[in-house]
């Protein structure tokens, strides 16, 4: 939580003082971008956290499967403001992609066995602020992002054991730290960019616990 704030106070602190900048090198713009999203889940806790509960439930389990599935399709949206030629600020909405976890097992009672299943989907978004130090080089736009993204994470969990089922939706939210790297080409009041970034510790308020989410993304801003 603390590196959080300190990257929106820095943020803010870098803007204020490049207020002197010249109008010539100032400009709003707008921009998109899509690619991958990639959580950096612990499948090892998650199965173990599914033992645990099962065995909260007076049940055992003797065999079972899991798969997880950690890319998915991510975009975003931005827009933002150049301060002077090495430094911007960006207001953007992301979404992080998705997550789905299945398992599949045999449990017992201690009398008899009964087959149980698990499903969880998730998906992570929400709103970032960051600022961006760029070194221009003729048309070429190599910088690096520092920030915080406010994140809303939503869960879909089911449950099946035996003939019986149980389905829960539940939210959670966080303010973690945003960073990212990545290189431009400008043409005209076009920029193209690639860029990987990096939200740390997302969910942390949830029931799948802290992740990193990462991005590669292609995008595109145009300054008006």
Do not use: C, H
Not at 49 to 60: E, K, N, P, R, V
Not at 67 to 80: A, H, N
Not at 180 to 190: E, F, K, M, N, S
């Amino acid at each position: 939580m603390m590196r959080t704030w300190i990257a929106v106070a820095g943020t803010l602190a870098i803007a204020m003082t490049s207020a002197a900048a010249t109008a010539q090198d100032r400009g709003f713009y707008w921009g998109f971008d899509a690619g991958q999203g990639s959580i950096n889940s612990d499948k090892r806790g998650l199965d173990q956290s599914l033992i645990d509960g099962f065995a909260a439930a007076g049940l055992t389990v003797v065999s079972g499967t899991s798969d997880v599935s950690e890319d998915g399709f991510s975009w975003g949206l931005t827009l933002g403001y150049q301060v002077i030629d090495y430094l911007a600020i960006e207001a953007s909405y992301m979404d992080l992609g998705d997550f789905e976890y299945r398992a599949r097992g045999t449990a017992t009672d201690g009398v008899g066995l009964v087959d149980g299943s698990v499903a969880i989907d998730a998906r992570g978004r929400g709103p970032a602020l960051s600022a961006l130090a760029m070194l221009p080089v003729g048309n070429w736009l190599p910088y690096l992002r520092a920030g915080v993204i406010f994140a809303d994470a939503d869960y879909d969990a089911a449950v099946t054991i035996g003939t019986s089922s149980a389905s829960d939706d539940i939210s959670g939210s966080s303010e973690n730290f945003l960073w990212g790297v990545g290189l431009g080409y400008r043409a005209g009041q076009w920029t193209t960019r690639l860029e990987y970034q990096q939200a740390q510790d997302v969910g942390e308020n949830s029931i799948l616990g802290k992740a990193d989410v990462s991005r590669i993304v292609l995008g595109a801003i145009y300054r008006f």
